[in-house]
């Protein structure tokens, strides 16, 4: 990571490959820097499985993030912060963001009160990663 020669303060990771620079274009760099699956947007965490095989046994696929709902933000929108921060992570927590697992794929969905976050892959251990960081990230229970 490079650091500006004025302040010696690291710059932000930019996005590279086509797909990154498309999501990226057009947001501003708060947007890119402030992590889109910060605890306190968190609403749950579930896992993510489904049936495979002729024994219909269940396999993990990764995680669901249920993000609150707020003013002025669309699926759309968190789509592409989601896929701009997964195209060029942050190095100082790309050790805790599901979306930074290699391999990760991406669907967001709207909820009544949320949008979900679908983090997946085909690789049994990165999906169990997923999982590990996406539980990590979760609001702790209120009961």
């Known amino acids: 990571m490079a650091c500006t020669a004025a302040t ?68 759309a929108w968190i789509a592409r912060v989601a896929r701009c921060q997964m195209g060029a992570p942050d190095p100082t927590r790309s050790a805790h963001d599901p979306l930074a697992v290699a391999g990760a794929e991406l669907k967001v969905l709207s909820a009544d009160t949320a949008y979900v976050l679908q983090i997946t892959t085909a690789d049994p251990g990165q999906a169990r990663e997923i999982l590990r960081r996406a539980q990590a990230l979760a609001p702790a229970s209120r009961d």
């Open 8 to 75: 010696g303060v690291p710059e932000p990771q930019r996005p590279t490959g086509p797909k990154t620079a498309a999501a990226c274009a057009g947001l501003a760099e708060h947007e890119r820097a402030t992590p889109l699956l910060a605890r306190e947007n968190i609403v749950a965490v579930r896992k993510l499985e489904e049936r495979r095989g002729k024994q219909m046994l269940w396999q993990l696929d990764g995680a669901e993030i249920y993000l609150r709902a707020q003013r002025d933000t669309s699926r």
